[in-house]
């Protein structure tokens, strides 16, 4: 299966980044509400069983998202979801760091050029 990344490069499909990212959330929440190992197992074997020979990254994230609260682990769910909203954030802020570094770069060509 390939999944689509953000930037529309499609790459292998990889069941370990899965499995980190639900692993990173589980240490922000109690015990309790932590996914198991056969939780995660669930749920990678859900995403592969879809059967799918492409897929994008943001839908992979979405079925990891409600993956989680179909076995009730809400409070995990919440966590993956800021989790990704923070990244997305960050992303964004990048997109127009450069951005604004390549109007910076431009005009200063061009006034060095005048």
């Known amino acids: 299966m390939k999944v689509i990344k953000r930037d ?3 790459v292998d499909y990889d069941r370990a980044k899965i499995k980190a990212a639900i692993e990173l959330a589980n240490q922000e929440v109690r015990q309790k509400e932590r996914a198991t190992k056969e939780d995660i197992k669930e749920i990678i074997n859900y995403i592969e069983g879809l059967d799918k020979k492409r ?3 943001e839908d992979i ?3 990891i998202e409600e993956r989680l609260m179909a076995i009730g682990r809400f ?3 919440k966590t993956y979801i800021i989790y990704r909203y923070t990244r997305e954030v960050a992303r964004k802020q990048i997109e127009d ?3 604004i570094l390549r109007v910076l770069k431009t005009e ?3 006034a060095n050029a005048v």
């Open 8 to 10: 529309g490069r499609a």
């Open 55 to 57: 897929i994008l990254v």
């Open 61 to 63: 994230q979405d079925i």
């Open 75 to 77: 409070a995990l769910a």
């Open 97 to 99: 760091d450069e951005s």
């Open 108 to 110: 200063n060509e061009y």
